[in-house]
Protein backbone atom coordinates (compact mmCIF):
# COMPACT_ATOMS: atom_id res chain seq x y z
CA UNK A 1 0.00 0.00 0.00
CA UNK A 2 1.34 2.90 -1.47
CA UNK A 3 0.26 6.92 -0.28
CA UNK A 4 0.77 9.54 2.55
CA UNK A 5 2.08 8.83 5.73
CA UNK A 6 0.65 11.03 8.72
CA UNK A 7 1.97 11.66 12.48
CA UNK A 8 -0.30 12.27 14.66
CA UNK A 9 0.04 13.69 18.31
CA UNK A 10 -3.20 14.52 20.42
CA UNK A 11 -2.58 16.04 24.01
CA UNK A 12 -5.66 16.82 25.94
CA UNK A 13 -5.46 17.95 29.86
CA UNK A 14 -7.91 18.60 32.37
CA UNK A 15 -7.35 20.38 35.35
CA UNK A 16 -9.94 20.48 38.19
CA UNK A 17 -10.20 23.35 40.83
CA UNK A 18 -10.92 20.79 43.36
CA UNK A 19 -9.76 17.05 43.60
CA UNK A 20 -12.11 14.64 41.76
CA UNK A 21 -12.89 11.88 44.61
CA UNK A 22 -13.90 9.13 41.82
CA UNK A 23 -14.30 9.43 37.57
CA UNK A 24 -15.11 7.06 34.91
CA UNK A 25 -14.67 7.49 31.68
CA UNK A 26 -14.65 6.46 27.80
CA UNK A 27 -12.35 7.46 25.49
CA UNK A 28 -12.08 7.18 21.32
CA UNK A 29 -8.49 8.07 21.16
CA UNK A 30 -7.35 4.85 18.62
CA UNK A 31 -7.96 5.40 14.58
CA UNK A 32 -9.73 2.69 12.57
CA UNK A 33 -8.49 0.32 10.69
CA UNK A 34 -9.38 0.69 7.21
CA UNK A 35 -9.27 -0.82 3.47
CA UNK A 36 -7.54 3.33 2.10
CA UNK A 37 -6.10 3.52 6.35
CA UNK A 38 -3.46 1.62 7.85
CA UNK A 39 -2.32 2.16 11.35
CA UNK A 40 1.31 1.92 11.99
CA UNK A 41 2.34 2.73 14.94
CA UNK A 42 -0.19 3.71 17.89
CA UNK A 43 0.67 4.57 21.69
CA UNK A 44 -1.44 6.51 24.35
CA UNK A 45 -0.81 7.58 27.97
CA UNK A 46 -2.78 8.44 30.91
CA UNK A 47 -2.01 10.39 33.83
CA UNK A 48 -2.45 10.16 36.42
CA UNK A 49 -2.33 6.07 35.87
CA UNK A 50 -5.99 4.39 35.99
CA UNK A 51 -6.89 2.11 38.56
CA UNK A 52 -8.50 0.30 35.51
CA UNK A 53 -8.00 0.31 32.19
CA UNK A 54 -10.04 -2.18 29.30
CA UNK A 55 -11.41 -1.32 26.26
CA UNK A 56 -13.62 -2.45 23.64
CA UNK A 57 -15.57 -2.26 20.18
CA UNK A 58 -18.77 -0.39 19.93
CA UNK A 59 -21.70 -0.80 18.28
CA UNK A 60 -20.00 0.97 15.02
CA UNK A 61 -16.43 -0.94 15.22
CA UNK A 62 -14.56 1.88 16.94
CA UNK A 63 -12.04 0.90 19.73
CA UNK A 64 -13.38 2.50 22.87
CA UNK A 65 -10.83 2.71 25.37
CA UNK A 66 -12.72 2.57 28.96
CA UNK A 67 -10.62 3.90 32.46
CA UNK A 68 -11.55 4.52 36.24
CA UNK A 69 -10.02 6.14 39.51
CA UNK A 70 -10.72 5.18 42.72
CA UNK A 71 -7.82 7.54 44.01
CA UNK A 72 -8.47 11.55 44.32
CA UNK A 73 -6.81 13.65 41.41
CA UNK A 74 -6.70 17.25 40.20
CA UNK A 75 -5.87 17.20 36.94
CA UNK A 76 -6.48 14.45 33.88
CA UNK A 77 -3.97 14.46 30.75
CA UNK A 78 -4.27 11.69 28.00
CA UNK A 79 -2.02 11.73 25.22
CA UNK A 80 -2.18 9.82 22.05
CA UNK A 81 0.47 9.19 19.14
CA UNK A 82 -0.03 7.64 16.01
CA UNK A 83 1.21 7.18 12.85
CA UNK A 84 -1.11 6.06 9.45
CA UNK A 85 -0.57 5.48 5.88
CA UNK A 86 -3.25 6.69 3.48
CA UNK A 87 -3.83 5.76 0.17
CA UNK A 88 -5.75 7.60 -2.52
CA UNK A 89 -9.20 7.23 -2.68
CA UNK A 90 -10.81 8.68 -5.27
CA UNK A 91 -8.36 8.83 -8.87
CA UNK A 92 -10.90 6.71 -10.63
CA UNK A 93 -14.05 8.22 -9.20
CA UNK A 94 -16.75 9.78 -11.05
CA UNK A 95 -19.97 11.32 -9.30
CA UNK A 96 -21.50 11.92 -12.19
CA UNK A 97 -21.87 7.95 -13.02
CA UNK A 98 -23.76 7.37 -9.50
CA UNK A 99 -27.01 6.14 -9.18
CA UNK A 100 -29.75 8.57 -9.11
CA UNK A 101 -30.44 9.62 -5.75
CA UNK A 102 -34.31 8.99 -5.59
CA UNK A 103 -33.06 5.15 -7.02
CA UNK A 104 -30.65 5.14 -3.72
CA UNK A 105 -33.03 6.15 -1.34
CA UNK A 106 -35.72 3.67 -2.52
CA UNK A 107 -33.37 0.76 -2.16
CA UNK A 108 -32.78 2.08 1.71
CA UNK A 109 -36.72 1.93 2.44
CA UNK A 110 -38.04 -0.68 4.53
CA UNK A 111 -39.79 -3.06 3.25
CA UNK A 112 -41.61 -6.70 4.58
CA UNK A 113 -39.51 -9.05 3.53
CA UNK A 114 -36.95 -7.11 2.00
CA UNK A 115 -33.25 -7.21 2.36
CA UNK A 116 -31.66 -5.93 5.08
CA UNK A 117 -28.91 -2.80 3.99
CA UNK A 118 -26.80 -2.29 6.87
CA UNK A 119 -26.19 1.10 6.36
CA UNK A 120 -29.48 1.85 6.30
CA UNK A 121 -28.96 2.44 10.30
CA UNK A 122 -27.56 5.60 9.10
CA UNK A 123 -30.77 7.24 7.77
CA UNK A 124 -32.63 7.43 10.80
CA UNK A 125 -32.84 10.43 13.44
CA UNK A 126 -30.44 10.42 16.33
CA UNK A 127 -29.20 12.20 19.40
CA UNK A 128 -28.40 15.41 17.59
CA UNK A 129 -29.58 15.19 14.13
CA UNK A 130 -33.36 15.52 14.06
CA UNK A 131 -35.01 14.80 10.80
CA UNK A 132 -36.16 18.04 9.52
CA UNK A 133 -38.19 19.44 6.88
CA UNK A 134 -36.52 22.56 6.88
CA UNK A 135 -33.21 20.46 6.23
CA UNK A 136 -35.02 18.32 3.51
CA UNK A 137 -35.98 21.53 1.66
CA UNK A 138 -32.42 23.05 1.83
CA UNK A 139 -31.27 19.56 0.31
CA UNK A 140 -33.58 19.41 -2.41
CA UNK A 141 -32.11 22.30 -4.03
CA UNK A 142 -28.98 20.21 -4.32
CA UNK A 143 -30.88 17.08 -5.04
CA UNK A 144 -32.93 17.94 -8.44
CA UNK A 145 -35.05 14.72 -9.98
CA UNK A 146 -32.73 12.37 -11.02
CA UNK A 147 -29.61 13.64 -10.22
CA UNK A 148 -26.70 11.26 -9.48
CA UNK A 149 -25.93 10.63 -5.60
CA UNK A 150 -22.59 11.49 -5.06
CA UNK A 151 -23.17 14.67 -8.19
CA UNK A 152 -25.52 16.09 -5.73
CA UNK A 153 -24.07 15.38 -2.23
CA UNK A 154 -21.26 17.34 -3.14
CA UNK A 155 -23.26 20.22 -4.59
CA UNK A 156 -24.90 20.23 -1.41
CA UNK A 157 -21.11 20.34 0.47
CA UNK A 158 -20.33 23.19 -1.83
CA UNK A 159 -23.45 24.90 -0.78
CA UNK A 160 -23.03 23.87 2.96
CA UNK A 161 -19.28 25.70 2.46
CA UNK A 162 -20.76 29.02 1.02
CA UNK A 163 -23.22 29.99 3.16
CA UNK A 164 -22.15 29.06 6.49
CA UNK A 165 -19.73 30.58 8.79
CA UNK A 166 -16.78 28.87 10.38
CA UNK A 167 -17.13 30.15 14.02
CA UNK A 168 -15.11 28.64 16.79
CA UNK A 169 -16.54 29.00 20.14
CA UNK A 170 -20.50 30.12 18.58
CA UNK A 171 -21.67 26.52 19.19
CA UNK A 172 -21.68 24.07 22.22
CA UNK A 173 -20.53 19.97 21.86
CA UNK A 174 -24.53 19.59 22.21
CA UNK A 175 -25.75 21.92 19.58
CA UNK A 176 -28.24 19.89 17.16
CA UNK A 177 -28.37 20.12 13.95
CA UNK A 178 -31.32 22.10 13.36
CA UNK A 179 -30.18 24.90 15.38
CA UNK A 180 -27.29 24.99 13.59
CA UNK A 181 -28.60 25.23 10.44
CA UNK A 182 -30.80 28.43 12.21
CA UNK A 183 -27.84 29.85 13.30
CA UNK A 184 -25.68 29.79 9.47
CA UNK A 185 -22.46 29.40 11.79
CA UNK A 186 -20.55 26.98 13.91
CA UNK A 187 -17.51 24.49 13.75
CA UNK A 188 -16.88 21.35 11.91
CA UNK A 189 -19.29 19.37 13.80
CA UNK A 190 -21.98 21.72 12.93
CA UNK A 191 -21.45 21.69 9.53
CA UNK A 192 -21.17 17.98 9.72
CA UNK A 193 -24.41 17.24 11.32
CA UNK A 194 -26.58 19.96 8.74
CA UNK A 195 -25.23 18.16 5.86
CA UNK A 196 -25.93 14.75 7.35
CA UNK A 197 -29.51 15.91 8.54
CA UNK A 198 -30.07 17.02 5.10
CA UNK A 199 -29.16 13.66 3.73
CA UNK A 200 -30.56 11.31 6.02
CA UNK A 201 -34.04 13.83 5.49
CA UNK A 202 -33.96 12.21 1.83
CA UNK A 203 -33.33 8.69 2.80
CA UNK A 204 -29.68 8.16 2.41
CA UNK A 205 -27.15 6.89 4.66
CA UNK A 206 -24.90 9.31 6.19
CA UNK A 207 -22.65 8.78 9.26
CA UNK A 208 -20.16 11.45 10.98
CA UNK A 209 -16.75 10.79 10.99
CA UNK A 210 -14.17 12.08 13.95
CA UNK A 211 -10.55 12.64 13.27
CA UNK A 212 -7.70 15.11 12.05
CA UNK A 213 -6.51 17.32 9.17
CA UNK A 214 -3.27 17.69 8.15
CA UNK A 215 -1.69 20.86 10.01
CA UNK A 216 1.88 21.11 7.36
CA UNK A 217 -0.06 21.71 3.85
CA UNK A 218 2.14 20.38 0.94
CA UNK A 219 4.07 23.52 -0.76
CA UNK A 220 1.49 25.86 -2.62
CA UNK A 221 -1.54 24.21 -0.71
CA UNK A 222 -4.19 26.35 1.23
CA UNK A 223 -4.04 25.16 5.07
CA UNK A 224 -6.93 23.82 6.03
CA UNK A 225 -9.75 25.06 8.44
CA UNK A 226 -9.81 23.13 11.63
CA UNK A 227 -6.44 21.44 11.32
CA UNK A 228 -4.98 22.46 14.90
CA UNK A 229 -8.07 20.59 16.39
CA UNK A 230 -9.84 17.48 16.18
CA UNK A 231 -12.22 17.51 13.33
CA UNK A 232 -15.51 16.22 11.94
CA UNK A 233 -16.72 15.30 8.69
CA UNK A 234 -19.46 13.22 6.71
CA UNK A 235 -19.39 9.80 4.90
CA UNK A 236 -21.91 9.01 2.63
CA UNK A 237 -23.07 6.03 0.95
CA UNK A 238 -22.79 5.25 -2.49
CA UNK A 239 -23.83 1.59 -4.14
CA UNK A 240 -21.04 0.40 -5.83
CA UNK A 241 -18.40 2.88 -4.78
CA UNK A 242 -18.93 2.16 -0.83
CA UNK A 243 -18.87 5.34 1.97
CA UNK A 244 -17.76 8.20 0.35
CA UNK A 245 -16.45 11.17 2.74
CA UNK A 246 -17.15 14.62 2.23
CA UNK A 247 -15.54 18.10 4.42
CA UNK A 248 -17.84 20.57 4.32
CA UNK A 249 -15.90 22.62 6.23
CA UNK A 250 -13.18 22.62 3.55
CA UNK A 251 -16.11 21.99 0.50
CA UNK A 252 -13.21 18.78 -0.60
CA UNK A 253 -13.88 15.01 -0.40
CA UNK A 254 -12.02 13.60 2.62
CA UNK A 255 -8.51 11.80 1.45
CA UNK A 256 -5.22 11.93 2.54
CA UNK A 257 -5.16 14.84 4.50
CA UNK A 258 -8.02 13.43 6.90
CA UNK A 259 -6.70 11.04 9.33
CA UNK A 260 -10.12 8.64 10.69
CA UNK A 261 -10.50 7.89 14.00
CA UNK A 262 -14.22 6.72 14.92
CA UNK A 263 -17.54 7.06 12.88
CA UNK A 264 -21.02 7.03 14.62
CA UNK A 265 -24.42 8.81 14.18
CA UNK A 266 -23.25 12.50 15.16
CA UNK A 267 -20.91 13.98 17.62
CA UNK A 268 -22.32 12.06 20.91
CA UNK A 269 -21.42 8.51 19.79
CA UNK A 270 -17.90 9.46 19.40
CA UNK A 271 -16.70 12.42 21.65
CA UNK A 272 -13.34 12.12 22.63
CA UNK A 273 -13.68 11.68 26.26
CA UNK A 274 -17.49 11.30 28.07
CA UNK A 275 -17.96 9.79 31.72
CA UNK A 276 -19.46 10.60 35.47
CA UNK A 277 -17.06 12.32 37.93
CA UNK A 278 -17.33 12.55 41.32
CA UNK A 279 -15.99 16.39 42.85
CA UNK A 280 -13.77 18.27 40.36
CA UNK A 281 -15.65 21.78 40.67
CA UNK A 282 -14.51 24.01 37.76
CA UNK A 283 -11.98 22.85 35.80
CA UNK A 284 -9.88 23.89 32.11
CA UNK A 285 -8.79 21.92 29.59
CA UNK A 286 -6.31 22.65 27.25
CA UNK A 287 -5.71 20.66 23.84
CA UNK A 288 -3.02 20.24 21.71
CA UNK A 289 -3.11 18.52 17.99
CA UNK A 290 -0.38 18.03 15.21
CA UNK A 291 -0.94 16.42 12.57
CA UNK A 292 2.48 16.19 10.07
CA UNK A 293 3.67 14.03 7.08
CA UNK A 294 6.28 11.72 7.77
CA UNK A 295 9.06 12.38 5.37
CA UNK A 296 9.35 8.70 4.40
CA UNK A 297 5.70 8.91 3.71
CA UNK A 298 5.52 12.12 0.83
Known sequence: ?????????????????????????????????????????????????????????????????????????????????????LAPRYDALDADATPAWEDVANALRYTAGGAFHAESEFCCASPNIALSPALRAYALESFTPGAPVLAAAIDLMHRI???????????????????????????????????????RSLGLAARYVSGYLRNDPPEG?????????????????????????????????????????????????VSLLRGVILGGGAHRVDVAVDVRADPVGV
Open 1 to 85: MSGTRLSVTHRTTYRYSTLVETAQHLATIRPLELPWQRVLEHRERIEPAPSYQTSRRDAFGNDVLYFSFDAPHDYLQMTMETSVL
Open 161 to 199: HRDFDYRPAATAFDTPAARAFELRHGVCQDFAQVMIGGL
Open 221 to 269: ATPMIGADASHAWVSLHVPQAGWIDLDPTNDVLADQGHVTLAVGRDYSD
